[in-house]
Structures are given as C-alpha cells and as structure tokens.
C-alpha cells in the first residue's frame, strides 16, 4: 500500500531536515507526496467500507502538510519527517472520532478516536461513557481490542472531571483527556500485497469505539440544536 519511495524520502529528510535540502529535493518531495495520497485513498476507501458514517472524502481534506509551525516550539526543523492523514466527518479537521494513517520509518501507526479534544467534545465522550459503562468496557476490554490497540489511552487528569461524582465506580475510564487507541505498525505491515488486508483488520477493531465516541459527541450535537 505504502511505497517504498515514501519511506526513501522520509529516512533523507531525517538527516537532511532544512530548507536547502528541500528545495534541492522539491522534485523527490512531490512524487513521495503524490504516492502517499494516492495510498491514503486507498486507506479512505477502506475506512469508508467498514465506517461509512465518515462520508465521501478526498485525499486532500485528509492529508497532514509537511511544513510544521515553529512558531511556539523550541525544535525549530522546518518540516514533519512524517506523512499523515485522518479520516473522519468533515477531514483532517474534524472534532469527531475517526481513522489516522501515520507513515514514519521506524514509526509507523494506524490510530484513531480522538486526541485532545475541544472541552465540550470531551464532556459529550464522558458523559457517553458514564451513562454506558458497560457497553464501552466491553469494547475496550475485547480481546482482540487488547492485541491490537495495546496502547490506548494516556494523559490523565489527577482528579475526577468537574460534573461527575468522584465515587463513581469506573472513574479512572473518564479522566482521560484523549481516546485515542494506537496500533503500532511495522514498516513491513503497510508495504506490499497483504497492507490492505493488515490495515481492514485494524480499522474493523477500532470501528465500534469509534460508533460509540461519535454517538456521545452527535447526541451531544443534537441536545444543543433542540
């Protein structure tokens, strides 16, 4: 799926992360980029087979630009050494639960969910969770769940979130402040005739989650429009 011209770009602008090097390698630069959308419709496609709810989308909405803000950070390299694409409603910018496509030699990553949030998207995924806290450890706590997202959720909150009772049973579920399931891929997992394959399999584990992330946040919608 992934071609290997992607993972040669990506290993030199590594060792050559500047602006010469660049422009010198403009050429090589939009012939891997080309490639990498042309695969991430293929990751669309099979996103949409099995989720369909993200609607009809292009590579262009989905695809993160290699530039990188550098404005507030104190690592000043000018360009991502990575490619990356989410698929979810309304693209790449969308607060709603969905697919990411991260190519990164060595690091490679198929996740999803949704990584910190705006507050209130939050609160709806809370609130989903404590009002069906069965139904969601049942989906996190799947086996085949477990083997393929072994890294799920991280970053924390010390105390129980504002609005929900601190004895609640399963209130460590929501001090989260992503849900965001991450499937480690290798290099190997997303080139030749079996990615696709690799790839369909990891986007069915994470569909549920992501059904029941999304129902928080369009019920959430839906209370506010009423």
């Known amino acids: 799926m992934i071609d290997p011209i992607v993972f040669d770009f990506l290993t030199q602008l590594k060792a050559n992360n500047n602006r010469d090097w660049f422009q010198e390698n403009k050429a090589f630069f939009n012939e891997a980029k080309a490639s990498f959308e042309k695969s991430m ?3 669309i496609d099979v996103v949409h087979d099995v ?8 590579p262009k909405e989905c695809v993160f630009r290699i530039y990188r803000d550098t404005r507030f950070s104190k690592d000043k390299t000018p360009y991502k050494t990575n490619m990356g694409g989410f698929v979810a409603q309304g693209g790449r910018k969308s607060t709603l639960a ?5 190519v990164e030699p060595g690091e490679c990553m198929v996740a999803g969910g949704i990584y910190c949030p705006p507050s209130d998207v939050l609160k709806a995924v ?21 083997k393929v997202f072994p890294q799920k ?3 924390k909150l010390k105390m129980a979130p504002k609005g ?19 499937h480690p891929a290798t290099d190997k997992e997303l080139q030749g005739p079996k990615a ?3 790839i369909t399999h990891v986007i069915k584990t994470l569909e549920p989650h992501n059904s029941f992330i999304n129902r928080g946040i369009t019920a959430e919608e839906d209370e506010i429009i009423l």
């Open 164 to 182: 929900f009772p601190k004895d609640f049973e399963d209130i460590e579920l929501l001090k989260y402040k992503s849900y965001a399931p991450l």
């Open 98 to 102: 969905g697919y990411y496509l991260h």
């Open 41 to 43: 419709q293929h990751f």
């Open 51 to 58: 989720d369909p709810s993200v609607g009809d989308l292009t």
């Open 153 to 155: 959720f991280e970053d």
């Open 196 to 198: 696709i394959q690799n």
């Open 126 to 146: 809370r609130r989903e969770i404590y009002n069906f806290t069965d139904e969601f450890k049942t989906i996190i706590n799947d086996k085949e769940f477990q």
